[in-house]
């Protein structure tokens, strides 16, 4: 029975998409719910999953092609599969290797200069390009296999050199064999690789937003300075009984900071605004987005209503939230909208940054590294774990007055934690 493999419904955020993967080829058995198709959209991948056993038949759109919603992008074969014959061979004939290619291979100028260098042909070597076609690194590859033996019985002759690099052991007396890692001094000069990969949608799309931000908004950043030894303190207080008390669900500092920034924005409700045309629009909600890097880019999944949100509802939804990136596994609805975003670049040690905008939100707070430094207090010279605070913002709705004022509020706040549950 036949079965159309389409496109998933897209959100109407989300114009199109593009075929990223096709992890099954048709021929290939497949078992019930198995990945054979990864969509990549401008904000997230999406999986399609086989329907029943079988196999994919045909391939209608290939890896890179455009895809709109619900648009057919190949057919599936139900039916078990899982006895399917394997190629027969008769004693003594030669099995077909997946490395014996085609003399007609297409292959770039670079590998094909350098296959002849190599003393290689079109059907030596595997293409992995698109297409089949053979790249400099499949010449590369297939130019670092050992050699096969009856080459080697063609060529008793070889260099000292050659046999260095083949294994051989018998070299002159008074040779010295050339040693794996040391350079060539043979004249030749040794290949230097280059890769091009197209940009993801994601990546481009994430681009897109950047140039936007810093070309559209009157982005300005202030900056200041908070003293982490209270929340500290706290934490090590109260990590374990907190851990027990919540299911496991340990305390970070990332939810006094969601807690401290929606209290401030409460105060400030222009940090809380967005910009639409010429119209400002407050939202009576607070909806923080949270920076999350996967290996796909950066995403902002959003901790929605975040004022009803306790401490531990916030550390565990943003610890599903980042298992779930690098998994691929974010839906779209949960990356639209948002009020406000936090980004931390502390956890790979930046020490201060200016983080951009993220339309059409108006402010962002940037987290960093949390860094021991000499600090003036009461006269007293101490040295306290500080951390760098920057807010990044549009000028055109909030004033710098407002911007500092809101800076300092989750200062104070993080600098005595009471604050937060008492909202002084």
């Given at each position: 029975?036949?079965?159309?493999?389409?496109?998933?419904?897209?959100?109407?955020s989300?114009?199109?998409?593009?075929?990223?993967?096709?992890?099954?080829?048709?021929?290939?058995?497949?078992?019930?719910?198995?990945?054979?198709?990864?969509?990549e959209?401008?904000?997230?991948?999406?999986?399609?999953?086989?329907?029943?056993?079988?196999?994919?038949s045909?391939?209608?759109?290939?890896?890179?092609?455009?895809?709109?919603?619900?648009?057919?992008?190949?057919?599936?074969?139900?039916?078990?599969?899982?006895v399917?014959?394997?190629?027969?061979?008769?004693?003594?004939?030669?099995?077909?290797?997946?490395?014996?290619?085609?003399?007609?291979?297409?292959?770039?100028?670079?590998?094909?200069?350098?296959?002849?260098?190599?003393?290689?042909?079109?059907?030596?070597?595997?293409?992995?390009?698109?297409?089949?076609?053979?790249?400099?690194?499949?010449?590369?590859?297939?130019?670092?296999?050992?050699?096969?033996?009856?080459?080697?019985?063609q060529?008793?002759?070889?260099?000292?050199?050659?046999?260095?690099?083949?294994?051989?052991?018998?070299?002159?007396?008074?040779?010295?064999?050339?040693?794996?890692?040391?350079?060539?001094?043979?004249?030749?000069?040794?290949?230097?690789?280059?890769?091009?990969?197209?940009?993801?949608?994601?990546?481009?799309?994430?681009?897109?937003?950047?140039?936007?931000?810093?070309?559209?908004?009157?982005?300005?950043?202030?900056?200041?300075?908070?003293?982490?030894?209270?929340?500290?303190?706290?934490?090590?207080?109260?990590?374990?009984?907190?851990?027990?008390?919540?299911?496991?669900?340990?305390?970070?500092?990332?939810?006094?900071?969601?807690?401290?920034?929606?209290?401030?924005?409460?105060?400030?409700p222009?940090?809380?605004?967005?910009?639409?045309?010429?119209?400002?629009v407050?939202?009576?909600?607070?909806?923080?987005?949270?920076?999350?890097?996967?290996?796909?880019?950066?995403?902002?999944?959003?901790?929605?209503?975040?004022?009803?949100?306790?401490?531990?509802?916030?550390?565990?939804?943003?610890?599903?939230?980042?298992?779930?990136?690098q998994?691929?596994?974010?839906?779209?609805?949960?990356?639209?909208?948002?009020?406000?975003?936090?980004?931390?670049?502390?956890?790979?040690?930046s020490?201060?940054?200016?983080?951009?905008?993220?339309?059409?939100?108006?402010?962002?707070?940037?987290?960093?590294?949390?860094?021991?430094?000499?600090?003036?207090?009461?006269?007293?010279?101490?040295?306290?774990?500080?951390?760098?605070?920057?807010?990044?913002?549009?000028?055109?709705?909030?004033?710098?007055?407002?911007?500092?004022?809101?800076?300092?509020?989750i200062?104070?706040?993080?600098?005595?934690?009471?604050?937060?549950?008492?909202?002084?």
């Amino acid at each position: 029975m036949s079965i159309e493999i389409k496109a998933p419904q897209f959100p109407e955020s989300v114009a199109d998409g593009t075929v990223a993967t096709w992890h099954k080829q048709p021929g290939e058995s497949v078992s019930r719910d198995e990945l054979i198709v990864d969509i990549e959209t401008d904000k997230v991948v999406l999986e399609i999953v086989a329907p029943a056993d079988g196999q994919v038949s045909e391939i209608i759109k290939n890896e890179g092609d455009i895809v709109l919603s619900q648009e057919l992008i190949g057919y599936f074969v139900e039916g078990d599969v899982s006895v399917a014959e394997e190629p027969s061979t008769s004693e003594g004939a030669a099995v077909s290797s997946p490395a014996a290619g085609n003399p007609d291979t297409p292959m770039s100028p670079a590998a094909r200069k350098l296959a002849e260098e190599n003393n290689l042909t079109a059907e030596d070597i595997v293409g992995t390009g698109k297409g089949g076609r053979i790249t400099k690194e499949d010449v590369l590859k297939k130019a670092g296999e050992p050699a096969e033996a009856p080459r080697a019985a063609q060529a008793p002759a070889s260099t000292a050199a050659e046999e260095s690099s083949t294994g051989a052991e018998h070299s002159m007396p008074g040779m010295i064999p050339q040693m794996t890692g040391m350079p060539d001094f043979s004249g030749q000069q040794a290949p230097r690789s280059e890769k091009r990969v197209p940009m993801t949608r994601l990546r481009k799309r994430i681009a897109e937003r950047l140039l936007d931000a810093k070309n559209n908004t009157a982005m300005l950043t202030t900056f200041n300075e908070v003293n982490m030894l209270p929340i500290m303190e706290l934490r090590k207080k109260y990590k374990d009984q907190f851990e027990k008390a919540h299911n496991g669900t340990r305390l970070g500092f990332m939810s006094f900071f969601v807690k401290a920034a929606t209290e401030a924005l409460r105060r400030h409700p222009e940090v809380n605004a967005s910009l639409d045309v010429d119209d400002v629009v407050y939202h009576g909600y607070y909806d923080i987005g949270v920076a999350v890097s996967s290996d796909r880019g950066l995403v902002v999944p959003i901790l929605r209503d975040t004022d009803q949100m306790s401490l531990a509802g916030v550390e565990s939804t943003i610890r599903n939230f980042s298992e779930r990136a690098q998994a691929g596994q974010l839906g779209i609805d949960e990356m639209l909208g948002g009020t406000f975003t936090i980004t931390n670049g502390g956890v790979f040690g930046s020490l201060m940054s200016t983080p951009i905008l993220n339309p059409p939100q108006t402010a962002i707070l940037g987290m960093h590294k949390i860094q021991e430094r000499p600090m003036a207090v009461n006269g007293e010279v101490k040295i306290l774990p500080m951390m760098y605070l920057a807010l990044s913002y549009d000028h055109r709705l909030i004033d710098g007055k407002e911007a500092v004022q809101f800076l300092v509020a989750i200062k104070d706040m993080l600098e005595d934690p009471a604050r937060i549950l008492l909202e002084l």
